[in-house]
């Protein structure tokens, strides 16, 4: 799964998405739920929290 830390995905849903009805408690446990599943079944969690959306893809594709 792609994973940011939570100040920067409530960041990025107000100013840059211009959603900021989704920074919710909800969405946090949606996350949080989102990324535990991912480890415990051995997947592997991307953090874009610090990296552009190019470089992600790139990993990705390398990943693939």
């Not at 940011?4 to 960041?11: G, Q, T």
């Not at 989704?22 to 953090?47: C, H, P, W, Y």
């Amino acid at each position: 799964c792609i994973h940011a830390d939570r100040v920067v995905r409530e960041h990025r849903l107000i100013h840059d998405r211009k959603q900021p009805e989704l920074v919710t408690e909800d969405m946090e446990n949606f996350a949080f739920s989102l990324r535990q599943k991912t480890v415990n079944v051995g997947g592997m969690v991307i953090d874009s929290s610090t990296n552009e959306p190019i470089d992600i893809a790139k990993l990705i594709i390398t990943k693939l």
